[in-house]
């Protein structure tokens, strides 16, 4: 309940009661009742919370910033300690306690001053809660783990000073990989309670899995920024994280609405280096496509999610390849009249004539039995896209390569 104008005379002066009370929440400090120890976490969670909103104060003395620099670095790092206790009420406190003080740091964008916070090492002590046998902490470790994430992506981001090897890059987005392996085992355990796969698992197991599954999908987000793309980087966790997150939109009528507006939001914010880099497997870009189309047409979708399935799919469809497009044309649940919405949907979108392109030469192969109309009104328009860009960059027609037949008498739709 103390203000920073307190807490500042407290901690600045020698009778200075932090030093006293981070002890308190460790259990190999001596501290052996578990009640003090979760509610010493709690109390110093608090203290920095409160504390750290005054470290973007332009005018705030030196002395104090780089001592409340001290004094969060110090107490993030006992948080990470008291991970490990032995009492599951301490661990969920002091997890919680950490997610807080990482979201005040980058809420209040004080990277610099916090150059020493053990980031990597908060991440890893954080994992190690994700199998906990206590499903609080569970949770919190899952929160914690999204603002870390977080916070990492951003201070690196933010703060030109911070150099990383490129070693220490590719052994971290190993570990961001393995990562969101684990978050993505939480939301596919939550599909499968949802689709009656799992058998004997009571409602609690069931409520707990949809909480984490929640969770995940957020925390996803965050891991996903941090993964660095490169051939050296295994993607293996990326992969079926993003699979999971595909399989929430193709069971929203089932899967918990939250998570499925989760999922969408993750999958339209990831990047697209990280879009490519997966769509080499063309059954997630290919069914990511196919699901998102046939979800964004469903009657009565709340307009929240319409518009994340909308932003979804125009990501999906500047990154997606021809095997992609044909993995999706080949979708059972994929018919003519949803191709036809694609293409009106393209046209209010203005994809170039390459996409329109595309989808036309693999509808001349795929397995959907569509109109050859159809294919010709993809054809017209890559024509009518690809004369309509040259006109604007003052081009002659001859001096470009058309991708069809200039003699189609359709090509002004």
């Known amino acids: 309940s103390l203000h920073f104008v307190e807490w500042k005379h407290l901690l600045f002066n020698e009778y200075n009661p932090f030093p006293q009370m981070l002890p308190m929440c460790l259990e190999y400090s001596g501290e052996t009742d578990s009640r003090i120890r979760s509610e010493a976490c709690k109390a110093v969670g608090n203290i920095i919370t409160t504390c750290m909103q005054e470290m973007q104060v332009s005018n705030i003395d030196v002395n104090i910033r780089e001592k409340l620099a001290e004094v969060v670095e110090g107490a993030i790092q006992v948080m990470a300690s008291a991970v490990e206790d032995s009492d599951s009420n301490v661990r969920s406190m002091s997890l919680f306690a950490m997610g807080n003080i990482a979201l005040e740091v980058e809420s209040t964008k004080c990277y610099v001053h916090l150059r020493r916070l053990p980031l990597v090492q908060l991440c890893e002590a954080a994992y190690k809660r994700l199998h906990d046998d206590n499903e609080k902490v569970i949770n919190n470790a899952i929160r914690t783990s999204g603002h870390l994430f977080n916070l990492y992506h951003n201070r690196q981001e933010n703060d030109t000073e911070m150099s990383t090897k490129q070693s220490e890059r590719e052994s971290w987005s190993n570990f961001c990989d393995k990562y969101a392996l684990e978050l993505g085992a939480k939301i596919g355990q939550a599909i499968l309670d949802a689709t009656d796969v799992s058998q004997n698992r009571s409602w609690k197991q069931r409520s707990n899995a949809k909480k984490h599954a929640w969770g995940a999908c957020q925390a996803l987000m965050s891991v996903f920024k941090c993964i660095i793309i490169r051939p050296a980087i295994c993607c293996d966790g990326v992969r079926s994280a993003i699979t999971h997150l595909v399989q929430c939109l193709e069971h929203m009528d089932r899967v918990n609405e939250k998570i499925s507006l989760g999922a969408a939001s993750t999958l339209g914010a990831l990047t697209f280096d990280v879009w490519q880099k997966v769509s080499d497997d063309k059954s997630i870009s290919g069914t990511c496509l196919a699901v998102s189309l046939l979800r964004v047409e469903s009657l009565g979708l709340p307009s929240g999610m319409k518009k994340l399935l909308s932003c ?38 203005n994809f170039d004539a390459r996409f329109y392109d ?11 039995r569509s109109d050859f109309s159809l294919v010709q009104k993809f054809q017209s328009r890559a024509i009518f896209e690809a004369r309509k860009s040259r006109r604007s960059f003052g081009q002659n027609e001859e001096d470009d390569i058309l991708f069809l037949d200039d003699d189609s008498d359709e090509d002004e739709l």
């Open 312 to 349: 979804l799919l125009q990501r999906v469809v500047l990154c997606i390849d021809d095997r992609g497009i044909l993995f999706c044309l080949s979708h059972p649940d994929v018919s003519q009249e949803n191709i036809n919405y694609l293409y009106n949907w393209m046209v209010d979108n």
């Open 358 to 368: 595309s989808l036309a030469r693999q509808l001349l192969v795929s397995p959907l």
